[in-house]
């Protein structure tokens, strides 16, 4: 270790080994740990000895030379002093000045270096302080052996090209990882030495269930390609989770997916059926906005105290577990260059990134997400994209800017699951009735999915078959719900829309759900029937994957009806609307004559043949997505502050509904009193919020603006906010508003009275 810290000085070299890095730890006890930190990922074969290694190297020996000047040291012994511009610098701009330009090969490495210290905290403006603060510089470093920073020196600093520079990022972003975890004292990288061996116990133990069980095509495509990017068509049921896995292998890994209740369900599957509970906290990982809540709701009996949930749950947001389950958004903020994004890029440089059902996405999070994989690719990580449909015109812009190994053919199977009747009207619950009636009459297996575009659609459906079901019988499923509800209603519909019983027979049953596109790609559900609104291809052949989803069912006649008339409104014009008018259009198109059996390679067909980059070149979809990806390639690194940074730009505000803030009142108040106690523990406060959200639904800010207006106007009752701690900010909202058992509905206050508001 001592031979690393010859690039100092010898008065340097005394002074880090009694001067303070932080309250319990001098500069050359900080260090020493991020070398520690780096020779892990070393080890770990996550850097490679050479170059770059070296130059991450100097900059943890530099990094934190800034702390040497004795106005630093007062306050890291003081427990009042607090950081005083007038007299102090931040730390990592003075440490600047403690840098040899002589003790690198050439000024570009020296100024890569230079930058990833001078910017390895986001305390201000470091250039401006560099240049109007030259006095005070001065004053706090003249009795170090320091270096003259010259002029063209600071202006290469700022220079596009060095911030750009792939090297420079990885050097920094290096450089933060280590950093990070020696001050959190949490260990920087755990190893994935495991996979491939759970892998091979999970085939063994399908062995011995059914003895001819082996890899399928899918799989054994994605073992043998497993260091090459890769596409992988593959219709749904072909295990594509298994294949990301073999993909992944015995290295860093992100599986990343739209939804999630997919995210629980995968990392659920994969901790029980393939890691066996064992030592999950080293190996896997969740992350999306409810991982904590979750990982108390379903692991807290594993793991024997909660604050090893709470450890758990940082060392994951730190990026320190080898798998990882996550939405894009908590990956994928980096495109937007805040401070410190090198960290995850460069973290996503030495992984392997798996993205299902890419073609999920809205035209800017899909921009946003191909521009992250271009910036990950370019730092050597590997990436796999695994669909039931992607496209040619997504696949056109995956292969713009990299490389891809494919399939020659789509994996699917001969069997034909699907029979469609295809009808150019509005979806219509007298013919849902009309169908179910008759199965019921004959004794077929009478599991009927209806899936709509909208919330209101399907609020609409319901209200018209209820009274001619019974109401045992008929459900719904859709995101305006409370989260107890919905958390309730996801339970039931996959106890409802199990394949097989106990005994392994087709399960059979009797009953109708009404749902949204929340089924299409995050349930496990296998239905007798669907009626579906179209959307487009991609989400329709989506649906079609819940019904006869194992292909176990009979498909001789009608088992699929879809209605290619939707509301217009739905079409996107303007600000108005959500579907894209293009993709609509083509896709009706492309099933208007289909009658009968439609197999899963003419699935693929009609995909590839509509769905082009030349058919939808002029669509609203294209438009945005080329908006969206040139503004995120032109931003300027560091202009965003990472809390200003929303990825998916979600328009919504946690609310408690009225009738279910009066129907529960007992219970909030109970929960908000425990809450106002300033004793209870980090884990007991989580526990109580996560019990207070069960209340709550996500509803566009507008409605509760037009609330809080007929509120002022005196349309509206004034309720009062239910407070979540003793912070005056720390609150959730409850607004008067309509909800019943089909959910949560805007109320118009100028025509309503309160009693029609609630149960």
């Not at 109401?471 to 509800?485: G, P, V, Y």
């Not at 200003?644 to 529960?664: A, C, F, G, H, T």
């Not at 209340?695 to 009062?720: C, L, M, R, W």
Request: aromatic residues 10%; charged residues 30%; proline residues 2%.
């Amino acid at each position: 270790m001592e031979e690393r810290f010859k690039i100092l000085d010898i008065k340097t070299l005394e002074l880090i080994e009694n001067k303070l890095a932080k309250p319990d730890k001098t500069i050359k006890q900080h260090t020493e740990e991020l070398l520690k930190c780096l020779d892990l990922l070393l080890e770990l074969g996550y850097i490679k000895k050479g170059e770059i290694y070296n130059l991450v190297e100097k900059a943890c020996i530099y990094h934190d030379l800034g702390k040497l000047n004795d106005e630093f040291q007062k306050r890291v012994k003081s427990k009042t002093l607090k950081f005083n511009e007038d007299k102090e610098v931040v730390h990592n701009v003075l440490s600047l000045y403690f840098i040899d330009s002589k003790m690198f090969t050439t000024e570009a490495d020296y100024l890569k270096v230079a930058h990833s210290v001078l910017n390895h905290h986001s305390y201000g403006n470091v250039f401006e302080i560099l240049n109007e603060k030259e006095e005070l510089i001065k004053s706090l470093v003249k009795d170090f052996n320091i270096y003259k920073i010259k002029r063209s020196i600071k202006t290469k600093l700022v220079k596009k090209e060095l911030i750009n520079n792939p090297e420079t990022i990885k050097i920094k972003g290096y450089l933060h990882k280590c950093d990070y975890s020696a001050s959190a004292g949490n260990v920087a990288e755990y190893p994935n030495s495991f996979l491939e061996e759970a892998l091979k116990n999970l085939l063994i133990k399908w062995k011995k269930e059914n003895n001819n069980t082996k890899w399928n095509e899918l799989q054994k495509f994605a073992l043998e390609n497993k260091n090459e990017n890769i596409i992988a068509i593959a219709q749904t049921g072909m295990g594509k989770t298994e294949a990301g896995f073999l993909w992944m292998g015995n290295t860093k890994g992100f599986f990343v997916l739209p939804i999630r209740t997919a995210i629980n369900a995968i990392y659920d599957r994969a901790r029980k059926n393939i890691l066996n509970n064992d030592k999950i906290e080293e190996k896997i990982a969740i992350l999306h906005s409810s991982s904590l809540e979750y990982y108390l709701r379903n692991i807290s009996n594993d793991m024997s105290e909660n604050e090893d949930i709470l450890n758990y749950h940082t060392i994951g947001r730190q990026l320190s577990i080898p798998i990882n389950i996550t939405t894009m958004d908590q990956i994928f903020d980096f495109v937007f260059k805040y401070p410190s994004y090198e960290l995850k890029l460069t973290t996503l440089g030495y992984s392997k990134i798996v993205i299902d059902e890419i073609q999920a996405y809205s035209a800017d999070l899909l921009a946003y997400l191909i521009y992250g994989l271009e910036k990950v690719n370019e730092q050597g990580g590997k990436i796999a994209i695994l669909t039931a449909t992607l496209p040619p015109f997504i696949k056109d812009l995956l292969k713009k800017n990299m490389d891809f190994k494919e399939n020659e053919n789509a994996f699917t199977s001969d069997v034909i699951r699907h029979n469609l009747k295809v009808i150019n009207e509005r979806i219509s619950s007298d013919d849902i009735y009309e169908k179910y009636n008759e199965n019921k009459k004959l004794n077929k297996n009478n599991k009927v999915l209806i899936v709509c575009n909208t919330i209101k659609e399907a609020q609409k459906i319901y209200n018209q078959l209820k009274g001619k079901v019974d109401e045992k019988e008929l459900n719904i499923l859709h995101s305006k719900f409370i989260r107890k509800e919905r958390l309730e209603k996801e339970e039931d519909i996959i106890e409802f829309g199990k394949t097989y019983d106990e005994e392994k027979n087709i399960d059979k049953k009797s009953g109708i759900w009404i749902s949204t596109s929340i089924v299409e790609a995050s349930l496990d559900i296998d239905f007798d029937y669907l009626f579906t609104e179209l959307q487009d291809l991609n989400s329709l052949f989506q649906r079609l994957g819940r019904c006869n989803r194992k292909g176990k069912k009979d498909s001789k006649d009608y088992n699929c009806y879809v209605y290619t008339k939707i509301e217009e409104s739905n079409l996107v014009d303007g600000k108005r609307g959500f579907i894209d008018r293009s993709l609509f259009n083509l896709s009706k198109e492309a099933i208007e004559d289909l009658d009968g059996q439609l197999s899963e390679k003419e699935k693929v067909s009609l995909i590839e043949k509509y769905l082009t980059t030349e058919n939808l070149k002029d669509s609203d979809y294209m438009r945005k997505y080329n908006k969206e990806y040139e503004f995120i390639n032109d931003i300027e690194p560091y202009k965003f502050q990472v809390n200003d940074v929303n990825l998916r730009n979600i328009l919504s505000e946690e609310i408690i509904p009225s009738p279910i803030y009066e129907k529960y009142l007992s219970d909030i108040t109970e929960l908000e009193n425990k809450l106002k106690d300033r004793e209870i523990s980090i884990i007991e406060r989580v526990k109580l919020k996560d019990k207070i959200k069960q209340y709550t639904v996500s509803v566009h800010p507008i409605d509760v603006k037009n609330y809080e207006f007929a509120v002022q106007s005196g349309k509206a009752i004034h309720y009062k906010k239910v407070m979540l701690s003793n912070n005056v900010k720390d609150y959730i909202k409850v607004i008067e508003c309509e909800y019943d058992e089909v959910g949560y509905k805007r109320m118009r206050y100028d025509k309503q009275t309160r009693n029609s508001a609630i149960w």
